[in-house]
Nanobody, 122 residues
Framework: QVQLVESGGGLVQPGGSLRLSCAASGITFSIYDMGWYRQAPGKQREWVATITSGSGSSTNYADSVKGRFTISRDNVKKMVYLQMNSLKPEDTAVYYC??????????????WGQGTQVTVSS
């Protein structure tokens, strides 16, 4: 059974920081690209950041978070993290962890966590 469990959300003032964590189980973690997405009230879910599989992982960020957020992974602990600095009210959303893998034949595997709420407000 695959599980992605997010934690670390909460209420923070503008300019503050939070670190989200996602614990994965039931998958061969190291072969999955891991990502963070978010969904604000009344809006569609949007991509935030991705870190590719393996030990020499590369990262990509949405323009809205570039320079403020950092994604990282620990393949031994099967964890992925999102360090969020200089938070803005517009970062308020439910943040979701995502695991994605495609076989050599193109069969996709994708899993989602249940989400963790981040609220940026004074």
């Amino acid at each position: 059974q695959v599980q992605l469990v997010e934690s670390g959300g909460g209420l923070v003032q503008p300019g503050g920081s939070l670190r989200l964590s996602c614990a994965a189980s039931g998958i061969t973690f190291s072969i999955y690209d891991m990502g963070w997405y978010r969904q604000a009230p009344g809006k569609q879910r949007e991509w935030v950041a991705t870190i590719t599989s393996g030990s020499g992982s590369s990262t990509n960020y949405a323009d809205s978070v570039k320079g403020r957020f950092t994604i990282s992974r620990d393949n031994v602990k099967k964890m992925v993290y999102l360090q969020m600095n200089s938070l803005k009210p517009e970062d308020t959303a439910v943040y979701y962890c995502n695991a994605a893998f495609r076989t050599d034949r193109g069969k996709p595997y994708e899993y989602w966590g249940q989400g963790t709420q981040v609220t940026v407000s004074s």
